[in-house]
């Protein structure tokens, strides 16, 4: 829905209208006060804080942490528009172009994670937000000393111009979770204040609070909705450095940010420089690391990780190498399968594409045994469902039996285990029966249809990393009479093409919060199906499906919210939309000695590189002394 300014000065402040919620919300925000609100200093989905106001520091960092140095990577993770090939633009918001990672070092939010928690947020550039009796208004109350980083204050004004054109211009993905978002207001210059719809997703205001708040000013005379290579105006603890496009980006710390002895920003932040760099090959990084062209690496593939981390500076020590626990939900992982694609419209064919892949054969001869099966999207939660469904799952499901599949009311599906040979002769037997049943014989080799038309396959990717993985999974699938070929394109023309839903099946991975919520429309829900660069990249068209998002999100307690998950899990997994892959609960790190760190790191996170910093005895050991 789009927004526009309302017309009329009303008194200094601007009412930004979305829908026919923004009336209620001016009256509310011009000065009545709703019965009952409760003002606190942060928030969470269920309203449980671990922190008092008064705290002075969260619990995982070190409040006395030196600043300085350089910190630098690959970027190990990537949001909206970001890539981790190469980048384009700095505008990390919108669908185009494939923006630069850590752009967010540069923005202030209203709020800012607690990574020790599930989901709880404190205040950033809000010193606290008043919420009222029903949930449906938030008023954000700011602190006087926030600024941008040319020295103009951050207001109110700012917040609301920000969150509006995210809703009506950001990328598809942000705009989706912000549907429940009824309208946006600058009471005054220090208040904004968010009407949510009834009913909405309880994270949603967690989602608004944390979103980038950018200059009303700056965007005066320039379109939000573009890409640029300009910087924009931030508020946040670092700015954009020197960059060279497509090979590396560098953020430096403002020395006099006005955040940096607020409770959540107090022992992170420690880096002067913070450096991302890209490169297009696994390989190739790998070996910038080994020359020490960046100091900290997660490393993610199972090859390099089991033989290659025996260079010199690992056995004198000069680097690095642990484990890390992951206690977040690993989620999902596979080759996501084109239901849009007519030849995937059956899910007999989607689940003789799941027996073509030999799991065990692929982790022991391609990932050293490194990894345990996916089965779940809530994998490594307490969300999976197992065993039949509990009375408050079958509560939930009831309404669409015969509109789903019988399993759903059974044991959940599972992919089968093979017999470790790379081609498990009954269940490539079971496959070719599930295509002959879904209407796809035999002719000359070649799996066809009744018009002769023949199932084939491309996979997409964007990097080569992945071919091992693909060729024998190939190599079945020709045994079952299905042409399969993979395609390697670069980042950009991978970007559009996933973005427009323009291939077969391609790989992905998608995680989701101890406390889902309005982010499962955006992977699962028949709108998200529809809606171009969002992340339902199976094409999942269910009403029972959206229905069982929607209980998730109005659950209202914990146990609810767990039972409504576990029902979801179960319609998606009896769906066959994914051919699952592999998952670990751990990180794998190595890094250059030059770093100190907190003894205990938060258990929703790595705390790398937020609660890290630069230490110059280490480094001096090293001659690297900065």
Not at 564 to 575: K, P, T
Request: proline share 6%; net charge neutral.
């Amino acid at each position: 829905m789009a927004c526009r300014a309302s017309p009329g000065d009303l008194s200094r402040r601007d009412l930004l209208r979305l829908g026919a919620g923004g009336a209620a919300a001016a009256a509310l925000g011009g000065g009545a006060v709703a019965a009952e609100e409760i003002e606190a200093h942060g928030i969470s989905a269920f309203h449980d804080l671990k922190y008092p106001a008064d705290f002075p520091h969260y619990a995982y960092v070190n409040p006395a942490a030196p600043k300085g140095g350089l910190f630098s990577q690959i970027g190990p993770t990537r949001a909206y528009n970001q890539s981790f090939l190469t980048f384009n633009t700095l505008n990390a918001y919108i669908l185009k172009g494939e923006a630069a990672q850590g752009m967010e070092l540069t923005f202030a939010s209203l709020m800012a994670r607690a990574t020790d928690e599930p989901d709880a947020m404190y205040g950033f550039a809000a010193r606290s937000v008043v919420r009222s009796a029903d949930g449906l208004v938030y008023r954000f109350r700011l602190r006087p000393e926030a600024r941008f980083h040319d020295g103009t204050r951050l207001t109110a004004d700012d917040a609301a111009f920000s969150l509006a054109t995210l809703k009506e211009k950001g990328h598809p993905l942000i705009r989706t979770q912000m549907r429940d978002v009824q309208a946006i207001e600058a009471a005054d210059d220090a208040t904004v204040v968010v009407r949510f719809a009834p009913k909405r997703a309880r994270d949603v205001p967690l989602f608004v609070a944390g979103l980038p708040i950018f200059s009303r000013a700056y965007y005066a005379d320039r379109p939000f909705d573009e890409s640029t290579l300009e910087v924009p105006l931030g508020s946040g603890a670092y700015r954009v450095g020197r960059f060279e496009p497509g090979r590396y980006i560098a953020f430096e710390r403002v020395k006099d940010w006005w955040g940096a002895d607020l409770p959540f920003a107090r022992g992170q932040f420690n880096f002067d420089t913070v450096r991302y760099e890209y490169y297009r090959d696994r390989d190739v990084a790998f070996e910038g690391f080994t020359a020490k062209s960046y100091l900290f690496r997660e490393e993610f593939t199972s090859r390099i990780w089991a033989t290659r981390y025996d260079f010199p500076a690992i056995r004198e020590g000069r680097v690095k190498r642990e484990v890390l626990p992951d206690e977040t939900p690993s989620g999902a992982q596979g080759w996501f399968i084109n239901t849009r694609r007519d030849r995937f419209k059956d899910p007999r064919v989607r689940e003789a594409l799941i027996l073509a892949f030999d799991f065990e054969w692929t982790n022991k001869n391609i990932m050293y045994g490194s990894y345990d099966r996916t089965h779940s999207v809530f994998q490594n939660s307490d969300l999976v469902a197992s065993g039949k469904p509990s009375p408050e799952e079958v509560a939930l499901l009831e309404p669409f039996r015969g509109e789903v599949p019988d399993e759903v009311f059974g044991e959940p599906y599972r992919p089968p285990v093979s017999d470790g040979s790379g081609q498990d002769r009954s269940l490539l037997r079971r496959a070719g029966q599930l295509l002959q049943q879904a209407g796809y014989a035999i002719r000359d080799g070649k799996r066809a249809g009744p018009a002769g038309e023949r199932i084939t396959i491309e996979f997409l990717l964007e990097e080569p990393s992945f071919q091992p993985h693909h060729m024998p999974y190939i190599k079945n699938l020709a045994t079952v009479g299905i042409d399969a070929t993979l395609r390697i394109v670069d980042p950009v023309q991978y970007r559009k093409r996933v973005d427009d839903f323009d291939f077969d099946l391609t790989v992905s991975r998608f995680g989701f919060s101890l406390a889902p919520g309005d982010s499962l429309r955006s992977f699962f829900s028949s709108q998200a199906a529809a809606s171009r660069g969002s992340n339902n990249l199976a094409g999942m068209a269910d009403p029972a499906i959206d229905a069982l998002i929607e209980r998730i999100i109005a659950a209202e307690t914990r146990p609810a919210l767990v039972f409504a998950c576990r029902a979801l899990d179960r319609v998606i997994r009896a769906g066959r939309y994914w051919v699952p892959q592999w998952n670990k609960a751990s990180h794998w790190i190595a890094y250059w000695d030059v770093f100190g760190r907190p003894p205990q790191k938060p258990k929703y996170a790595r705390g790398v590189l937020e609660t890290w910093w630069y230490d110059e005895t280490r480094a001096a050991k090293l001659g690297e002394a900065r």
